[in-house]
């Protein structure tokens, strides 16, 4: 039972374009949503977030779109450079008991961008 | 300011064998997670501590994994004995107690990569 689902294992763009991966979810519960970025042999970097009362935040070529009614969220670079080639995984954050919160990972996409 | 350590960075064992990992969270982070990812497949929670307390471990196989976080700073994870599908990356997270969105934030080791042979 895959709660958050990340339908494209991989996705390749130009150098200069803008990349596009998306996200969907199932539980109502989960409130605030977040972006990791993966390189090979390293551990999960924390790249962008969103509370589920908004639907858009902007951090410099990065932006998260939320659409809540869709249960859908899409991360957005722009542009796109090489250095960003990396798995990307979409996880959801919903309370875990008291003031804990825990995360459900989606399967991750892989981005190439090519020079 | 330090990241979340883990060691070792690699071990491979036999099945039935046990083997552990060790993590350091970054200072001050009072919730530690202890994750499982699988290849092709995104991490998935195994345990949550608050302190030394353990908040959520309804994903931890009981009957062979055990967590502990004695001291309310590092942790161990065992797996005793070890089966082939353990095989996989573990990784150790932290976050802090900070207001807000810091809660929700999950700041990650490198992970152990434990191959079962």
């Known amino acids: 039972d895959q709660q958050v689902k990340q339908n494209s294992p991989s996705l390749s763009v130009q150098e200069g374009r803008i990349s596009i991966l998306n996200c969907d979810y199932t539980?109502?519960?989960?409130?605030?949503f977040l972006w990791y970025k993966k390189y090979p042999a390293e551990g999960p970097t924390f790249l962008i977030s969103?509370?589920?009362?908004?639907d858009k935040n902007e951090d410099g070529r990065f932006t998260v779109f939320l659409n809540k009614s869709a249960k859908h969220l899409s991360l957005h670079i722009v542009p796109s450079q090489p250095g960003d080639s990396a798995v990307y995984f979409c996880a959801a954050s919903v309370r875990s008991g008291g003031s804990n919160y825990k995360l459900t990972f989606g399967k991750g996409t892989l981005l190439t961008v090519n020079p | 300011e330090a990241g979340v350590a883990q060691s070792p960075r690699y071990k491979i064992i036999e099945k039935r064998q046990s083997v552990a990992f060790w993590c350091n969270p970054i200072s001050g982070h009072a919730t530690l997670y202890w994750y499982q990812q699988i290849l092709g497949q995104g991490p998935k929670l195994l345990i949550q501590?608050?302190?030394?307390?353990?908040?959520?471990d309804s994903q931890l196989p009981k009957d062979r994994f055990s967590a502990e976080r004695l001291k309310g700073v590092d942790s161990t994870l065992k797996i005793q004995p070890a089966k082939l599908e353990d095989s996989a990356v573990y990784l150790c997270a932290s976050s802090s107690e900070g207001l807000g969105s810091h809660r929700r934030i999950q700041y990650f080791g490198a992970g152990t990569r434990l191959s079962v042979l």
């Open positions: 969103i509370s589920s009362i908004k």
């Open positions: 539980n109502s519960m989960f409130d605030y």
């Open positions: 501590f608050q302190n030394n307390g353990v908040v959520d």
